[in-house]
C-alpha cells in the first residue's frame, strides 16, 4: 500500500515582498521538530533560513491534499497573525545579506544524498552567489519494501522530474540541489529529492505529485521499469540542464502528465 509524506521547505517575506530568514522566528530544528496542535505527526522547524514542514504518512491522494492544505494553511495564518509574514513561492532567491548573519543560515545539507543513476554521494552544493538559498519540496515514499528503491527513484524521474522541467519556472534552484535522481534511502522506503516546493502551492499539482508517484511505483510493481540507456542518459540531461524541447520529447514520447496552474 502506497504511502507518501514530505518535508517542503518555504521562504517567508513580509508584506512587501522583502525575503525574511525564519531563524528565531518559526522555532524547531531538525533534530526536534516543533509539533503542531493540529493533529500528531504535524510538525515545523527552521532549516537554513526557510521554514520546514512534516505531515504524517498519508494513506491516499484525499489525505495527501488535506494534510499539505491544512498545515500550510494553520502556518501562513499564525505567523501572518503573530508577526506579520506570510510565504513566498519562491523556490531560490538571493536573501539580503542581513538575513544571513546567524550561522545557522550559512549550514547546508548536514547528510548527504544519493544519485540513483550513478549511485555514487552527491557532491555538497555550492553556488557562486553566497547569497543563493533555495527550497526543496521532498516526497517520501512508503511502499513494498520488496521493491527497488532506485528503480522507484528513476521512474519518478520520468514522471515527476521531467514534466517538472516545463512545469517549474523556478531554475535557479538547480545551482544548488534537484539534480537527477537525487534520493534518501529510508526505513519505510525512500525519499526523493529532485521537486523544489512548486507544487505544495496548489491542490491539483499535489494530487500531480500523488498521481505520478503512484504511477512509478506501479510500474516497479509491474515489472515495467526498465529504461534502455539512451533514455536514461536523455532523462538525467533532461532535469540537470532544464532542457524544456528533451521534455517536450519525453512528455510525448511516454504520455507525462503536464498541469498548468
Not at 504511502?3 to 528565531?24: A, H, R, T, W, Y
Not at 555514487?120 to 511502499?143: F, M, Q, W, Y
Not at 536523455?234 to 512528455?251: G, H, V, W
Amino acid at each position: 500500500m502506497l504511502k507518501l509524506g514530505c518535508d517542503p521547505e518555504i521562504f517567508l517575506q513580509g508584506e512587501k515582498g522583502n525575503l525574511v530568514s525564519s531563524i528565531g522566528k518559526v522555532g524547531g530544528s531538525k533534530h526536534a521538530p516543533l509539533p503542531l496542535p493540529i493533529g500528531d505527526g504535524f510538525c515545523v522547524q527552521e532549516d537554513n533560513v526557510a521554514l520546514e514542514f512534516n505531515i504524517p504518512p498519508a494513506s491516499s491522494k484525499q489525505e495527501f491534499v488535506m494534510f499539505i492544505g491544512s498545515i500550510t494553511k494553520f502556518l501562513e495564518e499564525s505567523l501572518h497573525n503573530a508577526i506579520g509574514l506570510k510565504f513566498s513561492n519562491l523556490s531560490a532567491a538571493s536573501f539580503p545579506k542581513k538575513e544571513l548573519k546567524h550561522p545557522a543560515a550559512k549550514e547546508f545539507g548536514c547528510d548527504p544524498d544519493f544519485n540513483a543513476w550513478t549511485k555514487e554521494i552527491n557532491p555538497r552544493p555550492v553556488a557562486k552567489d553566497k547569497t543563493l538559498r533555495s527550497c526543496g519540496g521532498h516526497v517520501h515514499v512508503g511502499c513494498d519494501s520488496r521493491l527497488d528503491p532506485l528503480s522507484i527513484i528513476q521512474l519518478m524521474d520520468l514522471y515527476l522530474g521531467v514534466p517538472s522541467v516545463i512545469m517549474d519556472k523556478g531554475e535557479k534552484r538547480k545551482q544548488l540541489y534537484g539534480k537527477a535522481g537525487a534520493y534518501r534511502i529510508k526505513p519505510y522506503g525512500v525519499e526523493y529529492r529532485v521537486l523544489s516546493n512548486f507544487w505544495i502551492f496548489s491542490p491539483r499539482l499535489i494530487e500531480w505529485v500523488w498521481d505520478n508517484t503512484n504511477r512509478a511505483v506501479t510500474a516497479v510493481e509491474s515489472q515495467l521499469s526498465l529504461l534502455d540507456n539512451e533514455t536514461s542518459l536523455l532523462i538525467q540531461d533532461t532535469i540537470n540542464t532544464n532542457n524544456k524541447e528533451q521534455a517536450n520529447f519525453l512528455s510525448e514520447k511516454y504520455n507525462l502528465e503536464l498541469v498548468n496552474v
